[in-house]
């Protein structure tokens, strides 16, 4: 089993930036295909960003592509979402999810097998 605990999120003024951290346990993710998806009041939980294991190929939803970077740190088995040029949009509970592959999860959510309780980002304008 994984356990993912997330953090960084908080209160920021819009163009602002944040870091989320989403560190690993129980085994290592290292491997592991990575995600971030969010989730804003009264929406569907969509995906933001993706990583491949080995810290390859990463990939963006259009809405964020050019702020957002995701990364990894295998050495700590955590991955990170670098939040730059934050817009009120972005407001919502940010969730960390992995997979059991190292690449061709994509982007829908049920492809994720674990997922962390999620960290606030909230975007004042």
């Known amino acids: 089993q994984v356990q993912l605990v997330e953090s960084g999120g908080g209160l920021v003024q819009a163009g602002g930036s944040l870091r989320l951290s989403c560190a690993a346990s129980g085994r290592t993710v290292s491997n592991y295909v990575m995600g971030w998806f969010r989730q804003a009041p009264g929406k569907e939980r969509e995906f933001v960003s993706l990583?491949?294991?080995?810290?390859?190929?990463?990939y963006y939803a259009d809405s964020v592509e050019g702020r957002f970077t995701i990364s990894r740190d295998n050495a700590k088995n955590t991955v990170y979402l670098q939040m730059n040029s934050l817009k009120p949009e972005d407001t919502a509970v940010y969730y960390c999810?992995?997979?059991?592959?190292?690449?061709?999860?994509?982007?829908?959510?049920?492809?994720?097998?674990?997922w962390g309780q999620g960290t606030q980002v909230t975007v004042s304008s």
């Open positions: 990583i491949q294991g080995s810290g390859g190929i990463t």
């Open positions: 999810a992995g997979s059991t592959y190292s690449r061709g999860t994509g982007t829908p959510a049920d492809r994720y097998v674990y």
